[in-house]
């Protein structure tokens, strides 16, 4: 089957801390993996994909397939890193995604 | 660009109607996916629509059912609704290519059955 697991509902933080969100995945082929995160009344919306293999607003995720592994983290996170974030993967059907059930990032100073 | 917009945004419905709603995309955008969104279940795929074709179907009754039109506008339709139905509807667009990559979404359309 394929899933993608976000074992935390909600992390809380705080400014300048460093930030990991774990996501887990489950599939037999070679899966595309993605985060999109969601601000507090913005549309969800593609944060990075692990092909492209860039930062973006200090993110990064590296793709580990022996552990089937994608987690998100940032070095120093900031309060307008507070938001929803969602793991998404790409299986056997290309054009679809299979979400997490997201979590909470909750950065307070 | 104009984002992807999505009709009606609220809509109150009871027991056994059926609902259309509506979705127009990203000019461009030739992709259309449709996602459920509860509390409980998360975001879950509908279907999929690219050249008015439906390419993908996830695993949901076929009281769901949708359609593409020729300029990439998209509806889906729900029909003999549930208090289950009741959700928040996603629609995303995108250049519509062999995988899913970026998915542009829209606001959503939310549903309550009562």
């Known amino acids: 089957a394929q899933r993608v697991t976000q074992p935390e509902k909600l992390l809380s933080v705080f400014k300048g801390a460093p930030v990991e969100l774990k996501c887990n995945y489950s599939?037999?082929?070679?899966?595309?993996l993605f985060w999109y995160v969601q601000y507090s009344r913005q549309r969800l919306q593609l944060l990075l994909r692990h092909i492209s293999r860039e930062s973006i607003k200090g993110f990064t995720a590296d793709l580990n397939k022996g552990e089937t592994s994608f987690h998100l983290k940032k070095p120093f996170a900031q309060e307008e890193d507070s938001a929803m974030y969602y793991c998404?993967?790409?299986?056997?059907?290309?054009?679809?995604?299979?979400f997490g059930k997201g979590t909470t990032l909750s950065v307070s100073s | 660009k104009a984002g992807v917009t999505q009709t009606p945004r609220y809509l109150i419905k009871t027991r056994g109607q059926q609902v259309t709603l509506s979705c127009s995309p990203i000019s461009g955008h030739r992709s259309v996916s449709w996602y459920q969104q509860t509390p409980g279940q998360g975001l879950q795929f509908l279907f999929e629509?690219?050249?008015?074709?439906?390419?993908n179907k996830g695993n949901f009754p076929g009281r769901f059912s949708g359609r593409q039109f020729s300029n990439s506008r998209s509806e889906m339709n729900v029909s003999t609704l549930e208090l289950g139905d009741s959700a928040l509807y996603l629609c995303?667009?995108?250049?519509?290519?062999?995988?899913?990559?970026?998915?542009?979404f829209g606001e959503g359309s939310r549903l309550t059955v009562l």
């Open positions: 599939y037999s082929g070679s899966p595309e």
């Open positions: 995303a667009a995108s250049d519509g290519g062999e995988f899913a990559g970026e998915l542009f």
């Open positions: 629509y690219f050249s008015e074709t439906q390419r």
């Open positions: 998404a993967l790409t299986g056997s059907a290309r054009t679809a995604l299979i």
